[in-house]
Each structure stands twice: as C-alpha cells, then as structure tokens.
C-alpha cells in the first residue's frame, strides 16, 4: 500500500499524470462517466480549498486529495459508479471542512452529495467511547452491536456505507504515522463497528484488509508472532492456492464433473481468533489455506470428496459431513483437511450451488454462525432484512458493472438509535420521545427529568427522536413525574416501558394525593383556557363516578385526561344554559369520534342503537344516558322523536368522525423571556399541531426582557387547543400561555 500513496503522491504534482493513472483506474465506466469522474477531478486540482480544520480521527497526511484518489481508487475495484467515485475523492476536503457541501452541489450535483450527507452522518461513530457490554434495564447488550445496528438503520443507499468502509480503509493504511493512542482508538473502531459491518455486507476483500490491520495495532505481539509462524507471505500462499486450484480443476474435469472452485488463504487475524476459540496452537489450524467447491447436486457433493481423497492424504478427526447432519442453524456443507502438495495442509469445502446460496444469503448465512449469533436475532426483521437487501445490492451492483441506480431501502425502520453524552448507543422504539430515552436509561433519570438538549439543542419532551442524534437529560433534584405524560393525546410516551414507570411511580400515591392532584390540574387546565364556572357534578355524572372528589381522583390517578373531560364539557354544552355561557359557539359544534368505544374505567361509553343501527353517513344524534353513555342513533329513530319531547335536554348534535368540520378562531395570551429564535419556536409548534395563524402581536418590555404575544389562530376543537397551550408552556423561556377570554362584540361573536 505505500508504494500506492507514494506513487499518487508522485502523480499529484503532474495534473496529466494524474487525469492519466485516473483513467486507467476508470476502465469499466463508459465515457460519460469517466468524464464525470476527471472533471470532478479538475474541479477539486483548480479549486482553492480553506484551510483544514482537525476532526479528530485524521493521521497525518498533508494533502486530502491524495487520500481522496486512494479512497477513489478502491471504491474503483468495487466498480461502483461515477458519483460514488467523486464522492470518495471530496469526502476528507468536506470532512476537514475546508469545501462545503453547498459548493460541491453546486458544481458536481445533488445526487453526489446525498451520498456525502449520508457518510458525513455515518462518521458520527468516531466520537464514541470504546464500545463494551452494557446492561440496560434487565436487557444485556454489546455497544458494538448497537452501533453497528444505528450504522444500518442511517443507511439508506448502499454506497453510502461503501464510501466510508473505504475511507476507513485508507485511514487504516496511514496509521502507522499516528500516536500509539490514536492508534489503539481509531483500530478499536475498526474492529468493534466497521470489520463486522463490512462483513456483514459482504465485502470481503476490505472486512479482511480492515480486521488485519486493525489487529496489528491492538495486539502486535500476536500479529508478529503468527505473521512469523506463516510459512510465506502472503502473496505466495495466495500463489499457492492459485497451484492448488489448477490441480483440482484437471482432476474434477477428468472424473467427469461441473464445478465452480474458488480459493482463499487465511488472514492472521483469522487464524488468532481461531486459535483462542479452540484453545490450540498454530501447527493446529488446519484451514490456513482453504478451497470451496460449489456442484449441482447432493451426489455430486460425495463424488467430488472421493476425488479429493483419493488425492491427497485426509488428516484423522478433522472430517465434517453437516449434509447428513447439519447445524443448528441450518447450514449444510462438507468439510475436509487433507495433507496438499508440498506437504502442507489444505481446508477443502464441498457443497451445492443452493447450499452455498443459503449460506451466504439465507438464514444460516456463514458471517452469523461465524459471528456467533444466536437463533433469537434472526426475528429482528427490519435489520437483517436491511443487511440482507444491502449485500444483494452489492452483488447486483457487480453484476452489472457499477451502472449508476437508484439504491433506496423503503422498508420501515423498526428502531431507531440515539447517543447517550458519553456516546453510547442507545435502542429505542420508532418514535420515541426524549421523554422515553430518560427511561430507557434509567427510572430514576424518567422520573426526574425536565427539560431535554438534542444534539446540544433545547427540545420539548413530546419530541420524536431520529436515528444519529445524541440526547442529554436534564433533570431536577427530586423526581416528580406529570400526570400529563401518561395521556396519549400529549405525546411524551411512546413505549410501554415508560408509560409503566410512570404508572408505578403514581400507583403508590394515597387517594388524598390523586384528588388534590387532580383538582389542581383541572384548575390549572381552566384558567389556561378562560373556563371560570363548570358543573363538576354533571362532568361526574357523565363519567359514571359517584361524586367530584371520584371525578378529581380519577384525573390525578390519570384513569382520565383533562382533554376526554374537555370532549365532555363540550357535548353537555349543547344542551345547558351554563356551559352555553362558558363555552363560545366555536367550541361547541365538533362531531363526536363514534368510531371507537371507552373503556369501563371511567370512560366515556358510546354505544350504538340497536333500534336503528346507524351508519356512516347518515345523520345521527346522540342520546346522554345515565349509566350507558352516549347512545348513537338516525336523526329520524322514533326513539329520538320521543326524547325530543320527554328529555330534550339529554340529546346532542353528532356528526361522524370523518366528516371534516371548518376550524374555528380563538385567541391565546404568551408571556416568554425575549430571546433570538421565539417566534420561530412558537410558529414550530403550532405548525407541529396542524394550527393555523391567523394574526400575531407582540411586543417586548425593554426593562424586563419580557415578550407579550396574542395570537389569533384556528382550532378544531376544545382539547386540540388545550393539547397546543400545553405545548406551548414547554418552549424554552415561557412564563405562561393561555387562551383569552374576551368580551364577544358582534363582529366577533363567532370567533370565540
């Protein structure tokens, strides 16, 4: 390799000599390709690049360009396409920060700097600790893993992950210039995270090279060691291979037989691992040179052992017939080691061409077995499919010479993975929340946990995670969980781990503790949303609870949510004078959502008639019950005809879910510390929230620092604005945010 750098060095200072040698590395692209590749080239030669900025994993090299040929010139023997190519040679330019990503869209093309974007991304990983073995929560996993895992889940175009294999490639090459603790970080990244992902995508000529090298610099004793032990280098056990496989050839064509034989010699890190697994010596290691050969038929798999026997010597107990017995896992194959020529020992493999493709493809494939992976990870469908998808796409991608393609994965992401502040990886389900990541990490972090900084920034807890991101909690001196984080319609719990702590941590409370509890919260919920006189007795009525204090522990034990109450409010509103007077005649025409039941823990109940079976999209009212909730029948039952006259008071206008009713306007009060960008939170939110603005006033005190803010937005309904006040009161720095309540004149009397 350092005849390589040196004769790309050499080249660099001769742009002809350059564009020459970059030909030649070009050969299987056609010519608009190449042509892109050489003008890329010229682009980055002529273009004055700002001045490095240190990344923390670079190792020496004065240049980037020289390292972004070397990248180029491995991404070539992949015969990826041009724009990967010329992703590969801007890669350390934009690492270093001396081009953006902006100039390189400019002048070479979106489609190149997606790839970038995604490396870019990818490189997140060098900023981690050593991975180890963590347990979270009862659940033991690697760290490695995990990363591995996030690497996958971040890659949506396979080449993506080919770009930065091989760049890591390089970086391997020239750390032999680094200090040894730049040495030993950079190969234990190497080996924990990027060998195994190259591995499992089935680029073996890089996962070798990368595991090699990466067990130089962690182990040099034992590499030196075995490297001495080898009889050769390595080329010439490759060129004795090479003899082997030309023997076999004549012999297997004579018997008469269609093979496909392929050879390889094994790498030192290989041989160690082995060793270690089986606790023997070098001169025990009967597969450091190793051919497989692939027939068309179980027959043909024992034909071709009795050649190999009858040709070389087989050595006792190191025979395995997993045809007749195969693994656990399902893989089947012949295994031999035989005395070869020259009296050295040769590792023989013999199985069919659908044996050889459930190895390398199926679920036995021959990096998990070999990786020691248990039978449960296979049920982890969106990752291995993922793995499984990219390593076809590599193998169509050499099928037909690298032609440039579109390489999406459309598959859902089942998972998402986030850094911890100490940059280990954390697994959360897809569309967890800050608030889920504080419980993931511990109990004790949930319950105390305030406010949350993503990627140093700070966001609401409602907020859903994306993969890369890295999450730091900040947390106050007692625990004090909220009642709110348990309502599904405020958004701060996703996974059914958290939602259970906080369930827990309320279940120990005293019944005093949930009344008080709740009462607070519903005159907290009332003065937000200018609600200055309810009828708690009706409100408890409607959800079957005995008395106010019966409705408050309900609320405060969270069996109910301020905004089903709010729902309620509503629907009593259409038939009593005073909720009439409370409630403006914007909030109290939203339809009911008929299509789905309550349970019998104090939720409301809507049943369908009997009677008349309603359906959608007839026209419906609703019958207040009792004890049996709202009973839903046709505007034109005769039950209802009679109601209208003996209980006109119990009926209520319905109106079907999906029929889409127009928003309605009302105004909210904010008071928030003057700050740079909080109108851009606020507008964030409220667009989160599918709100409308319709207009908006501020004005900040000069002395205080205070901004007061009234807007006027749309609505759809009573909880929907209790949901967006709540949010709102998350923003950094806001003292307070409630609705108005304003004396209607007559051109506002609709407004609300």
């Not at 692209?29 to 050489?38: N, S, T």
């Not at 024992?302 to 893989?331: C, M, T």
């Not at 089942?414 to 608030?435: H, K, N």
């Not at 967006?724 to 609300?752: F, K």
């Amino acid at each position: 390799m350092v005849n390589i750098r040196t004769q790309i060095a050499e080249m660099l200072s001769d742009e002809d000599a350059t564009v020459e040698w970059l030909s030649a590395q070009l050969r299987y692209l056609d010519d608009p390709a190449q042509g892109r590749v050489l003008d890329a080239l010229r682009w980055i030669l002529t273009t004055p690049l700002d001045l490095a900025v240190p990344t923390g994993d670079w190792v020496g090299v004065s240049e980037p360009l020289d390292h972004g040929l070397e990248v180029l010139q491995i991404l070539a023997e992949l015969q990826l396409d041009a724009d990967t190519l010329i992703a590969g040679l801007c890669y350390r330019p934009l690492r270093e920060q001396r081009i953006s990503l902006d100039r390189i869209e400019a002048n070479l093309g979106s489609s190149v700097t997606q790839i970038l974007d995604g490396v870019v991304r990818m490189a997140a990983v060098s900023e981690l600790r050593r991975p180890r073995e963590t347990a979270v929560l009862g659940q033991t996993v690697s760290a490695s893993d995990n990363v591995r895992r996030m690497l996958v889940a971040m890659i949506d175009d396979v080449r993506i992950a080919l770009v930065k294999l091989a760049e890591r490639t390089v970086v391997m090459r020239l750390l032999k210039t680094a200090s040894r603790p730049k040495q030993l970080q950079i190969a234990q990244e190497i080996q924990d995270v990027y060998a195994p992902l190259a591995l499992r995508l089935g680029v073996g000529q890089l996962k070798w090279e990368l595991e090699d090298l990466a067990f130089r610099y962690l182990q040099p004793d034992a590499y030196h060691r075995i490297a001495k032990m080898l009889d050769g280098r390595r080329l010439d056990r490759d060129h004795y291979i090479g003899r082997v496989q030309r023997l076999l050839e004549d012999e297997l064509t004579a018997a008469g037989l269609q093979f496909q034989l392929t050879g390889r010699s094994k790498h030192i890190s290989s041989i160690y691992r082995k060793m270690q697994r089986k606790g023997v010596g070098f001169s025990q290691i009967y597969d450091i040179r190793a051919v497989r050969i692939l027939v068309s038929s179980v027959a043909k798999c024992y034909q071709v052992l009795g050649v190999i026997h009858g040709l070389w010597r087989s050595i006792p107990n190191e025979f395995d017939d997993y045809i007749a017995n195969p693994k656990e896992n399902g893989y089947r194959s012949l295994h031999t080691a035989v005395v070869g020529p020259e009296g050295r020992v040769l590792e023989i493999q013999i199985r069919t061409h659908s044996m050889h493709e459930d190895a390398e493809l199926g679920v036995c494939a021959h990096w998990r077995y070999k990786d020691g992976e248990s039978d449960r990870d296979r049920g982890e469908g969106s990752y291995q499919d993922k793995l499984e998808w990219l390593r076809q796409v590599l193998e169509w991608h050499e099928g037909v010479g690298g032609e440039q393609a579109q390489l999406r994965f459309e598959a859902y992401d089942e998972r998402i993975y986030v850094f911890t502040p100490q940059g280990d990886v954390v697994s959360l389900a897809q569309g967890a929340t800050a608030l889920d990541f504080a419980y993931h990490v511990h109990t004790e972090i949930g319950h105390r946990c305030r406010r949350a900084k993503v990627d140093g920034v700070l966001t609401p807890l409602t907020t859903p995670l994306q993969t890369g991101q890295r999450v730091e909690i900040i947390t106050a001196e007692d625990p004090q969980p909220r009642r709110e984080w348990l309502y599904s319609s405020a958004g701060y719990l996703k996974t059914a781990r958290a939602r259970a702590r906080v369930h827990e941590w309320f279940s120990v409370q005293t019944r005093e503790d949930h009344i008080a509890a709740g009462r607070q919260l519903m005159e907290r919920e009332c003065a937000r949303l200018a609600l200055t006189v309810l009828d708690y007795s009706a409100i408890a009525q409607a959800f079957r609870r005995a008395s106010v204090e019966d409705l408050f522990y309900a609320l405060g034990s969270a069996e109910l949510s301020v905004s089903e109450i709010f729902r309620v409010v509503q629907y009593l509103g259409r038939g009593s004078d005073q909720f009439r007077a409370v409630l403006p005649p914007s909030l109290l025409v939203f339809p009911i959502r008929t299509d789905c039941r309550f349970d019998a823990a104090g939720h409301l109940l809507v049943n369908y008639a009997r009677c008349c079976m309603p359906m959608a999209p007839e026209a419906i009212t609703g019958f207040v019950t009792r004890s049996r909730g709202v009973s839903v029948h046709r505007s034109s039952c005769h039950r209802i005809a009679i109601a209208e006259d003996s209980a006109p008071d119990q009926l209520i206008e319905l109106m079907w879910a999906e029929v889409a009713t127009a928003p309605r306007q009302t105004d909210i009060a904010l008071e928030a510390d003057d700050r740079q960008g909080l109108l851009v939170d606020i507008t964030s939110v409220l667009s989160g929230e599918g709100v409308n603005i319709i207009a908006v006033q501020t004005q900040t005190d000069t002395q205080t620092l205070l901004a007061s803010m009234r807007l006027r937005i749309e609505v759809s309904s009573l909880d929907v604005l209790a949901s967006v006040l709540s949010r709102l009161a998350e923003i950094d720095g806001m003292r307070s945010a409630q609705r108005l309540r304003l004396e209607a004149s007559d051109g506002d009397a609709d407004n609300g």
